[in-house]
């Protein structure tokens, strides 16, 4: 049974990574900001798929939430790589595009985990 749970977890963080690291890495590096409407509908699509998983009952609450909200920091994480590998002078301030990528990311996981745990309790 865990490893079923463990699976749709994988499926999803490739999934979350997906939907926020394609438009995400088609943006130029000065964009300002991240507010981009592909980036928009990738945080939707994040918040439903961590409400699936939530709503599952297979994994537990706590690892719902923690690889879920990895998958946009982990976007940008890749393109920190690939960036830095060809100008090692680029993204000096990383660290910061990391946090803010967790917060991002939370603003989408944490509705949909308190939505998928709603509904998880009310299916029992």
């Given at each position: 049974?865990?490893?079923?749970?463990?699976?749709?977890?994988?499926?999803?963080?490739?999934?979350?990574?997906?939907?926020?690291?394609?438009?995400?890495w088609q943006l130029p590096y000065n964009h300002q900001g991240f507010v981009y409407p592909g980036l928009i509908i990738g945080l939707a699509g994040l918040g439903v798929i961590t409400?699936?998983?939530?709503?599952?009952?297979?994994?537990?609450?706590?690892?719902?939430?923690?690889?879920?909200?990895?998958?946009?920091?982990?976007?940008?994480?890749?393109?920190?790589?690939?960036?830095?590998?060809?100008?090692?002078?680029?993204?000096?301030?990383?660290?910061?595009?990391?946090?803010?990528?967790?917060?991002?990311?939370?603003?989408?996981?944490?509705?949909?985990?308190?939505?998928?745990?709603?509904?998880?309790?009310?299916?029992?």
């Open positions: 049974m865990a490893g079923r749970g463990t699976l749709w977890l994988a499926f999803g963080f490739v999934a979350g990574l997906l939907l926020m690291g394609i438009p995400f409400a699936g998983l939530a709503a599952s009952g297979q994994p537990s609450l706590k690892r719902v939430f923690w690889t879920m909200i990895s998958a946009f920091p982990a976007a940008i994480a890749i393109r920190v790589a690939v960036e830095v590998a060809k100008d090692p002078t680029d993204h000096n301030l990383w660290p910061f595009e990391l946090v803010y990528g967790f917060v991002m990311s939370a603003m989408a996981v944490v509705p949909g985990l308190l939505i998928g745990a709603l509904a998880r309790r009310l299916g029992r």
